[in-house]
C-alpha cells in the first residue's frame, strides 16, 4: 500500500492559521448547503484524565472520508508530553484507498483555534480590543494565533490554574506579539472583568467562568469542556449568554456547559439559538447589540480534520 505520511512538523510548517480559517469557513459552509453531515464520535474512557476518541466522518465536496484517532490524556504533561497525540487517516470516496495519514496532534490543536476564529468574527463585536484565556496550555497558544487574525487585540489576560503558568505564559508571548499588553492574573476573576472576548480553555470538570464577571458586549468562546462530565462555565453564565453551537447534536449530546445548566432545569432546548453554519450562512443573527453576551460552544468535529487533513495531502 503506497501512502502519503505528514508529520507534526510536516504539518505545522504548511498549515497555517490564516489558510486553516478559510477551510474552517469552507466546512460550515458546506453545513450550511447541506453538503456535510456529522456523526458523533465515540470516547472510550481509559484511565482517570485519559479518554481515547474516535472521530469518523465522510466529506462529499473532497470526495474523501476519513477519521480522527486521539488521546486526551490529561496527566502527560508530567511525562513532558502534549495531552492530545494522534493522526488523521483520509481515504477515497472512488476506490477507498487510503490516501494517507497526517499527525492529528497538530491540526487538532490548529483547527480548534481556527473555528474559533470563524465563530469570533461573526458573533463578538467589532470593535474588541481586550481577550482573557482561562488557560495557558496549548490551546491558549493557538487562540493567540487565531483571535488576533480576526480582531484587533491590544490587551490579554491570563489566569492559569498557577500564576507562575500564566507569568510563563506571558512572559513567553511578549516578544512574539510586541504591540500587545499581556497581564498574568492571579484570581480568575480580575483576568475577565474587562474582557471583550474570554477563550476558556481548561479540561476542567467544575466552573472556572462565571456569569457575574462577564461584562456585556463579551463573547465567550467555550472550547475546553469536551464531554458531559466537564464544565467551564457556570450555569448564570449560560443562561445569560446568547448560545451557539459547532453541531446541535455535540452539544446536546456533548457539552456538559450546556448539558449541566439543562439538567438544573435553568434551560431547555430552545436555549441553543444556532449552530456555525446557520451563523455562517445569515440564517440567525448572532449579535444584535454591542450589549448582548455571546458564547460559541465548540466540541470539535471530525470533518474539521478530515478536512484539513485532505487539504494538506493535495499539497
Ligand atoms: N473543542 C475542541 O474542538 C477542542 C479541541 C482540542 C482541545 N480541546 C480541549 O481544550 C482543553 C485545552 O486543551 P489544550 O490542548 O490546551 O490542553 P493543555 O493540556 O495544553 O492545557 C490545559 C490548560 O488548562 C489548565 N488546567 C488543567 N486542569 C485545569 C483545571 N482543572 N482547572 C483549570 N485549568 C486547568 C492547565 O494548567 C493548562 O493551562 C482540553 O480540555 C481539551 O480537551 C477542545
Same mark, same amino acid.
Given at each position: 500500500?503506497?501512502?502519503?505520511? =505528514?508529520?507534526?512538523?510536516?504539518? &505545522?510548517?504548511? %498549515? ?9 469557513? &469552507? @466546512? ?11 456523526? =458523533? ?21 473532497? /470526495? @474523501?472520508?476519513? #477519521?480522527? %484517532?486521539? *488521546? ?21 470516496? /472512488? ?10 496532534? +497538530? ?5 480548534? #483555534? ?14 474588541? +480590543? ?25 490587551? @490579554? ?51 472556572? %467562568? ?12 467555550? !472550547?475546553?469542556?469536551? $464531554? ?12 445569560? $449568554? ?13 457539552? $456538559? ?10 434551560? *431547555?432546548?430552545?436555549?441553543? =439559538?444556532?449552530?456555525?453554519?446557520? @451563523? ?8 444584535? +447589540?454591542?450589549?448582548?453576551? *455571546?458564547?460559541?460552544? +465548540?466540541?470539535?468535529? #471530525?470533518?474539521?480534520?478530515? !478536512?484539513?487533513?485532505?487539504?494538506? %495531502?493535495?499539497?
Amino acid at each position: 500500500m503506497d501512502f502519503k505520511f =505528514l508529520t507534526e512538523q510536516q504539518v &505545522n510548517s504548511m %498549515l497555517d492559521m490564516k489558510t486553516c480559517i478559510g477551510l474552517m469557513k &469552507n @466546512v460550515f459552509t458546506a453545513f450550511a448547503e447541506g453538503k456535510m453531515e456529522n456523526k =458523533l464520535r465515540s470516547l472510550f474512557p481509559v484511565d482517570r484524565g485519559k479518554v481515547f476518541g474516535i472521530m469518523p466522518a465522510v466529506i462529499p465536496t473532497e /470526495d @474523501v472520508c476519513g #477519521a480522527k %484517532l486521539i *488521546t486526551a490524556f490529561h496527566t502527560n504533561h508530567a511525562k513532558g508530553l502534549p495531552s492530545h497525540l494522534g493522526i488523521v487517516a483520509v481515504f477515497s470516496n /472512488d476506490d477507498g484507498q487510503l490516501q494517507g495519514i497526517c499527525d492529528g496532534t +497538530s491540526i487538532t490543536a490548529i483547527r480548534t #483555534a481556527a473555528v474559533s476564529a470563524v465563530a469570533t468574527e461573526l458573533m463578538a463585536k467589532k470593535d474588541c +480590543s481586550t481577550m482573557c484565556l482561562i488557560g495557558g496550555g496549548v490551546q491558549a497558544d493557538m487562540h493567540m494565533k487565531a483571535i488576533t487574525l480576526v480582531r484587533d487585540i491590544k490587551k @490579554v489576560t491570563v489566569w492559569c490554574p498557577t500564576l507562575a503558568e500564566s507569568e510563563r505564559f506571558c512572559a513567553r508571548h511578549r516578544e512574539q506579539y510586541p504591540g500587545i499588553e499581556f497581564i498574568p492574573c492571579e484570581k480568575c476573576e480580575d483576568a475577565v472583568k474587562d474582557a471583550d472576548i474570554i477563550n476558556t480553555v481548561t479540561p476542567s470538570a467544575v466552573p472556572v %467562568l462565571f456569569g457575574k464577571w462577564v461584562k456585556k458586549g463579551a463573547h465567550i468562546n467555550a !472550547v475546553g469542556a469536551c $464531554g458531559k462530565a466537564n464544565r467551564e462555565l457556570d450555569t448564570e453564565c449560560v443562561v445569560k $449568554g446568547r448560545l451557539f453551537c459547532d453541531n446541535y447534536d455535540s452539544c446536546r449530546n456533548e457539552a $456538559g456547559d450546556f448539558i449541566f445548566p439543562l439538567d438544573e432545569g435553568a434551560v *431547555t432546548q430552545d436555549h441553543i =439559538l444556532g449552530d456555525l453554519a446557520e @451563523v455562517i450562512s445569515g440564517k440567525v443573527i448572532a449579535r444584535n +447589540s454591542d450589549e448582548e453576551i *455571546t458564547i460559541f460552544e +465548540s466540541q470539535g468535529l #471530525a470533518c474539521e480534520d478530515v !478536512v484539513c487533513a485532505a487539504w494538506l %495531502l493535495k499539497q
